[in-house]
């Protein structure tokens, strides 16, 4: 497929690694001019490198920090005219209220909600002047999973999309699009260290991660062509009535409940064994035993068998089978599952 993208030109944010410098080698397979920009000033002549040995397209990297007053100004005026502006840096640590303090919050933001509003803000007037672009703000399924473990980059992206919907909703009459993408966990290193960071406070140990790898949609994160296919479509003439929206590829997950996903419903008998959820090892054998799980959200009765539904557990009801959906997983408490439920 044709994407007419030969001889445009790109500034690509966070290009040194993972999503960014992926869509980087993307685009430049399309004959894309590259502008990339990133800390890491090896990384980035890392990417460099293998779009030169790979195809013929002109690649000029900046290193900088853009949480330094002044950097997107800088990193702007450097650059000059671009087509196709993709925000991609930035990375809003995880964690809770209590363990995100305001120095970790501030930097998070500063990078990639700042950031992107402050990219947008100064390259959206030169495109208008020249006659047009694409503005792609890469922001990340959290912003729709409000997940309390995550706090400081669900409050984040939800802001971008905000921002990438108002901003987009009136763009075109400038002839330049803005669109959001939602990527939910991608083959990249950063869902790896979510995963095990995860792990640690929901199993006890980060190395049980794999237990939360293998309940996602297919068993696995996307891959990142997945993510950079779309991003190279969204930026050519194929979606040019596309602006002020965000398109989410997270395999479901955001219709669901949390980041971290758990199968939908599973059924078991009174004495199948649950270990495989990774956070309860007991046998479900009989309706008094109290169970370490999560609220329980409604238990019915439908003929001859007892239905459990609950929120991130595993229920059981006595010599019958029990219907579980575990949806999100918080903090535990102790429940008695008896038989005049």
Not at 29 to 56: F, K, M, P, W, Y
Not at 240 to 257: A, E, F, K
Not at 309 to 333: D, E, K, M, N
């Amino acid at each position: 497929m044709d994407f007419k993208l030969t001889g445009k030109s790109a500034l690509v944010t966070g290009a040194s690694r993972g999503i960014g410098r992926a869509t980087a080698i993307a685009l430049a397979e399309q004959g894309v001019d590259l502008h990339l920009t990133a800390r890491s000033a090896d990384n980035l002549q890392s990417v460099r490198d293998q779009i030169l040995n790979e195809g013929n397209v002109g690649v000029e990297i900046h290193p900088l920090d853009l949480t330094e007053i002044g950097a997107c100004s800088k990193l702007v005026d450097a650059v000059g005219r671009v087509d196709i502006l993709i925000n991609n840096a930035g990375a809003i640590p995880a964690g809770d209220l209590t363990e995100v303090d305001e120095i970790a919050w501030r930097r998070g933001w500063e990078l990639k909600v700042l950031g992107y509003i402050n990219l947008c803000r100064l390259t959206y007037p030169i495109m208008k002047t020249e006659g047009g672009g694409v503005i792609i703000n890469n922001i990340g399924n959290a912003g729709e999973v409000f997940d309390s473990r995550y706090i400081a980059g669900t409050s984040g992206n939800a802001s971008l999309m905000a921002f990438t919907r108002a901003l987009g909703g009136r763009s075109l009459d400038d002839k330049i699009r803005v669109v959001g993408i939602n990527p939910g966990p991608v083959n990249t290193e950063r869902i790896y260290a979510l995963l095990r960071n995860r792990a640690k406070t929901q199993l006890g140990d980060e190395k049980r991660y794999a237990e939360l790898l293998k309940h996602y949609p297919l068993g696995r994160p996307a891959h990142v062509r997945e993510i950079t296919d779309l991003i190279v479509f969204l930026v050519s003439y194929r979606a040019g009535y596309i602006s002020g929206t965000v398109i989410t590829v997270d395999g479901g997950i955001s219709s669901r409940s949390s980041i971290i996903w758990w199968p939908r419903s599973t059924r078991l008998n009174g004495s199948a064994r649950a270990t495989e959820f990774g956070f309860m090892q007991k046998s479900l054998q009989t309706a008094t035993q109290s169970y370490s799980c999560m609220n329980l959200v409604v238990i019915r009765e439908a003929g001859n068998r007892r239905f459990a539904f609950f929120r991130g557990v595993i229920g059981a009801s006595h010599s019958t089978h029990a219907v579980i959906r575990p949806q999100l997983y918080r903090r535990s408490l102790r429940v008695t599952v008896s038989s005049e439920l």
